[in-house]
């Protein structure tokens, strides 16, 4: 599993474009019949991806790395289908996935296995463990059964509906929140005007992008602020202390994953518009 180290914001004002990318994009996730893993240090979230094609996989990573007998023995895990149908077992209990759709699996979970209903359009599972303490129950929400929050609109391009799956409130859990944010059509910003919350950590998932569309995913310090070029299907880690916004050639959704301090969606800092630079 790769190691992604924590950064300093005075060391990050001297990253060139090829080191922010390898210290906060994740480029290589949906691998067909692979588990694909990122370990990161900020908040030690485990980011991956699992496209069953050919083949079932399990959710296993090697153990010295977590130092535990199973992934879940200390961890918790959400998981998005942004692919073709398919299921999660955890344990002795199946769940069906379809697009957009979310399941929590908490701690003590021993074995969780992901399928395609159909290897032509395959399932392609995303996913973000955090570290837990307590049993919450495994719990699956559909778009219906998410909390909605509708924002932002077409003159300032950036109307979206907010689908908030994991938190208080919603899916129970430790400390990972979760969800997916639709871009209406004709709408690229997100998350402008932007915030920090130096309380909590994010990583964000743009997809269902165009192969050649582009989304420039913005980070660093308010006062000193860089861009990441994002393809379809990648992750940003975005540390505690950096802006995540974006900006695509194209609508996008995207999935964010908090964790951190407390999990109150609403605690954030807003960055005024003329304080950017
Ligand atoms: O702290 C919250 C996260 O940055 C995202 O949920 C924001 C978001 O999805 C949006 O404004 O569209
Ligand atoms: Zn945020």
Redesign the pocket.
Known sequence: MENRYVSHPNDVKKFDTTRLREEFLIESLFTPDQLVTVYSHVDRYIVGSAVPVSQDIKLEVDLKQIGADFFLERREVGIINVGGAGSVTADSESFELGVNECLYIGLGVKDVVFKSSDSASPAKFYLVSTPAHKAYPTKKAGQGEAIKAH??SIDSS?E?T?NKYILPGGIESCQLVM?I?ELEPGNMW??MPC?T?NR?S?VYLYFNMPEDAAVFHFMGEPQETRHLVVRNEQAVISPSWSI?SGVGTNNYT?C?A?AGENQV?DD?DAVAMKDLK
């Open positions: 924002l932002g950036n979206r907010i969800g944010t997100n998350t915030h919350h909590r994010e995540h995207f964010w908090m969606f954030m």
